[in-house]
């Protein structure tokens, strides 16, 4: 079982739409938990850290369900500009220095 | 603040050719960095990662070597590249669970 898990898509969606992505992680230990975005040839970028209480920002929501082991992350009012790939981050006390990231959902909102 | 360097931005090389990147972080001591790579279309593969000088962990077999001279200097390097090194190379930096990455290098070995 892969440590960090996430359905590579491409989900595509019109604008405005409400899309969520869910990513399941295997290491009960692990401790932090993120969402990234990447651009086409760009580098990934944080876009927001996750937090068992939940967390929002503006139209991004992030939940850690740690029961489950997953993380999810919703965007309401999809913009032509969130067109992109989502990867989410495990880190935890062990190997690979700490970090785990998922393999990517790939989005794509259409006009 | 803190900032990563990686160079060049893009690099076509010949087949047996030897490869150098450098990655440098500016504004932290200690960080954890991390070199991986990105097949086009694909997820990230960690090839390298240091958590001091001269400590790197190596996670997959390959012609590809990394070293840390420096606190904040991380170098990827192979003596001959093959045409399956082709890829986006991506230097990191982590703290706390935060990674930063830099622009990354295409490499296209021809």
């Known amino acids: 079982r892969k440590e960090v898990e996430q359905d590579p898509g491409p989900f595509n969606v019109p604008e405005g739409a409400t899309v969520a992505f869910n990513c399941t992680y295997s290491n009960s230990a692990s401790q932090s938990f993120f969402w990234y975005r990447q651009d086409c040839r760009k580098e990934p970028k944080l876009l927001m850290s996750v937090y068992s209480s939940g967390n929002e920002d503006g139209r991004f929501t992030a939940q850690l369900n740690r029961a489950s082991q997953y993380i999810s992350l919703l965007i309401r009012d999809s913009k032509l500009s969130d067109s992109a790939t989502y990867l989410c981050?495990?880190?935890?006390?062990?190997?690979?220095?700490?970090?785990?990231f998922g393999k990517g959902t790939k989005l794509s909102v259409k006009p | 603040s803190q900032t990563i360097h990686q160079w060049p931005a893009t690099l076509v090389q010949p087949v047996g050719s030897p490869l150098s990147l450098e990655c440098t972080v500016e504004g932290t001591s200690n960080p954890n960095l991390y070199w991986y790579r990105q097949a086009a279309g694909r997820g990230l593969q960690l090839l390298f990662y240091s958590v001091g000088i001269g400590q790197i962990s190596s996670e997959v077999p390959q012609n590809l070597s990394a070293s840390r001279p420096q606190d904040r200097q991380f170098i990827l390097s192979s003596k001959k590249l093959l045409l399956s090194d082709s890829g986006f190379y991506l230097c990191?930096?982590?703290?706390?669970?935060?990674?930063?990455f830099g622009q990354g290098t295409r490499l296209t070995v021809v």
């Open positions: 981050v495990v880190t935890y006390g062990g190997s690979q220095g700490n970090l785990i």
């Open positions: 990191a930096w982590s703290r706390g669970g935060f990674a930063f």
